[in-house]
């Protein structure tokens, strides 16, 4: 079993080459091992290119010693037809002994379907393998499926003495709380989730972009709340660099929970995962309607000594680092 968790442990680390690129599929990693050797390895491609088994098996050199090998995979092999086909019966194929699975895949559309498949091929399969890791890599993917809404994450910047925004502000652009290093890591963020949110209030007063700048990546797609429409189509927001979603009142209702209906939009589009960014009035309201999953606060050493107060919130600390001058603590929802 040691040997079992170190390449799942390995598959979790390759799986990750995949965050941001493969939604609405899970990053899925994969490696084949023979006589206590790594011969081939995979993760997920982009959607709608190869799945992380079928790129461990390519990798491998001398498909003859497959016969021999153990497959290692995070997530429980696909059973069904989608972009590709599936992942158990390229495993039978060629004719892998042995797997080794880090978590049951809970989609209706596999859910225990591919381990019954390579069961009834004769093959030996072990499940549960650092099965609360692989459930915590594949917490985007679990939670969509099964919460029918996206991973939410909260982010905010506050100050030393607990603002998020000054009381007045000169210019129609960012007022910055963070250093440069703070905002370079907020950019590799976006290009790891499917989509960043924002009010109306924060598009008006920041004119931001929303997109990876400061990072390779894809940039996420953008949604904003824009009640009656009132947004004009000359801010950044609205550019030609990534695709943006409008929810106004011809799409949700108002006077109902905003939060669910912005998460069910959400689910409709395939949308696995989102930054909630603000302002205060949208970060309270998905926070008092318990709809979130983690929140990420920079504290940043300067003050406002007035303005628009944090977010108030209960959490459990996960982490916390000093980046420069600023302080990130990450906290999970209960």
Excluded at 75 to 83: A, Q, V, Y
Excluded at 122 to 147: I, P, Y
Excluded at 215 to 229: A, E, F, Y
Aim: some cysteine; glycine content about 6%.
């Amino acid at each position: 079993m040691a040997n079992h968790k170190t390449y799942i442990k390995r598959c979790i680390e390759i799986a990750k080459n995949g965050l941001g690129s493969t939604s609405p599929n899970p990053m899925v990693g994969s490696v084949v091992v023979y006589n206590n050797k790594i011969i081939g390895e995979g993760y997920t491609s982009p959607y709608g290119g190869n799945h992380a088994e079928v790129n461990a098996i390519n990798s491998v050199a001398n498909k003859s010693l497959l016969k021999e090998a153990t497959i290692y995979v995070t997530l429980e092999p696909c059973s069904h037809f989608g972009k590709t086909p599936p992942c158990s019966d390229l495993i039978i194929h060629h004719k892998i002994p042995n797997i080794v699975i880090g978590c049951i895949d809970d989609n209706v559309k596999v859910a225990g379907k591919g381990i019954k498949k390579l069961i009834d091929a004769n093959c030996n399969v072990t499940v549960g393998v650092l099965e609360a890791a692989c459930k915590e890599h594949h917490k985007r993917f679990f939670t969509f499926h099964n919460k029918k809404r996206p991973y939410i994450i909260l982010k905010w910047a506050e100050t030393n003495d607990g603002f998020i925004a000054p009381k007045n502000r000169k210019e129609q652009k960012p007022v910055w709380i963070t250093n440069k290093y703070s905002r370079q890591l907020v950019h590799k963020w976006r290009s790891e989730e499917q989509a960043i949110l924002v009010g109306t209030n924060t598009v008006l007063q920041d004119n931001p972009s929303l997109t990876v700048r400061e990072w390779k990546g894809k940039h996420p797609t953008r949604v904003v709340i824009d009640k009656s429409l009132k947004l004009p189509k000359k801010l950044s927001i609205f550019n030609n660099e990534a695709k943006t979603i409008v929810m106004s009142e011809n799409l949700i209702d108002f006077n109902k929970n905003i939060p669910q209906q912005i998460c069910a939009v959400l689910h409709e589009n395939d949308i696995t995962s989102v930054i909630v960014e603000g302002g205060r009035k949208m970060l309270q309201t998905f926070i008092d309607e318990n709809l979130w999953d983690e929140a990420r606060v920079f504290k940043g050493p300067i003050e406002f000594k007035e303005g628009v107060y944090a977010p108030k919130f209960s959490g459990k600390l996960i982490s916390e680092e000093k980046i420069m001058s600023d302080t990130l603590k990450i906290y999970k929802n209960g």
